[in-house]
């Protein structure tokens, strides 16, 4: 058996919104190198809608795998709707991860929401911060 | 396909197979047996134990046949351990980047009450035998260092680390897995007590390896049931496994030096290749390593991603990075020769075989360009080391 679903392969192999969108209104970046996974979104939000959306992503297959499924479920979304992805619908939508690889999906849910509280923080739009945890540079090996 | 994974198994020759054949087919007596067709089998295993200790200039009576090197090496730790303990010796000296064979194994004796010295391994990915000597306690049982090691290739000086232990009097065991069949070995001339190796890593069949444990030691048998092996190794002798483990090392043994005159110039072609790559950098000395062992690590990326297209290119390939072994963190034989974490998630060993040309190694450059070139392209860690957010560990 594969290590990844055919779905990983396809999203891995050919990631979909990988690249840098220069005017971004919300950018979040999770992870760290010493851990071996870097996430960084990119936003374009244009009336409380994911108009555009990319990614670079430092890390293994099912990394990059998660944030090209993740911007994929977000792009063109309302912004309310992108709040509400979590790590389990980019799981479902993969077709299933390895155990070991379900912290890939989990640093995509914490890259979007992250880039969405930059924007509110960048255009001075209330929020609960009980809707955005404190994003750990990692959360698996605590740096 | 370009299969470069040859640390990690490699395929059967064809006179392997054809040694195991008829014990399968035909002479599948048991050993054990009185009658004259079990006594066949018996035959063919004493005389593969009297070549396979001819290849190590050791006595057929010093060889134990095993599952295999992890087996081999539990066994010689665990018996030279507890032979020490009785004398009131508990203290062990390794290194830092030894297989988990080792270390697992020596992380147990530890909660035996036993004490672990692991030697810092220098940067080139060498341990000297000053260290050693340096290490050596009045209670030492035992010293055990591999031969070469298993992920950046590179070759101890086990001729005078095993000289040091002999004028010390300890006891010295080496895992010779990625050794044995592709360096001349001599355990008498070495000074080595005890040494493990593996059939699958030369051409042999896999679950079977070798004990050689020099006589007068008295091995702990860690399978009990039966008498065979001299009762040190209980279970039916693997005989077609056997066979196959004693054709594949005269084989390789009888091949060392054209296979180090074929593979050296191929592994320099592809460590100059690979070192084009902007911010790469080799693992362990350019010299001291096995012919077929090249290991690289790239900036910027992760190990697993890397493989998965090196994969697609039609290249097997292997890596340190956490991702692929399902730890947390990447290799210990890389940390262990000071890579930092975020270098050694990066990492890739390329272990090269006999059928290779210049046009495969060639191939192989080309593939790991592309693929590291890509993998910077939508790396936010690159991007962030070319513009300068975070510094560069390797000069360009």
Redesign the interface.
Known sequence: MALYSDKVMDHFRNPRNVGVIEDANGVGEVGNPKCGDIMKIYLKIQDDTIADVKFETFGCGSAIASSSMATELIKGQPLSEALKLTNQAVTEALDGLPAHKIHCSVLAEEAIKKAVKDYYDRSGIAYDPADFPVFEDCDHCGE | MIYADNAATTKMSKTAIEAMLPYMEEFYGNPSSLYEFGQKAKEALESARARVAACLGAEPREITFTSGGSEADNQAIITMAHAGAKKGKKHIISTAFEHHAVLHTLEKLKKEGFEVTLLDVHSNGLITAQQVADAIREDTALVTIMFANNEIGTIQPIAEIGAVCREKKVPFHTDAVQAAGHLHIDVKAMNIDMLSLSAHKFHGPKGVGVLYAKKGILLESLINGGGQERGKRAGTENIPGIMGLAAALEEACGNIDHHAETLTPLRDKLIAGLKKIPYSELNGDASQRLPSNVNFCFE??????LL??LD?KGICASSG????S?S?D?SHVLLSIGR???VA?GSLRLSLGDDMTEETIDEIIAAVTDVVTYLRG??????DLVTGK?QHVFAE
Not at chain 2, 378 to 383: L, T, V
């Open positions: 910027g990326i992760e190990g697993e991603s998965l297209l697609d990075s956490a991702c692929t399902g947390l990447p930092p974490h975020e998630h939508i790396s936010p860690f690159w991007r975070r």
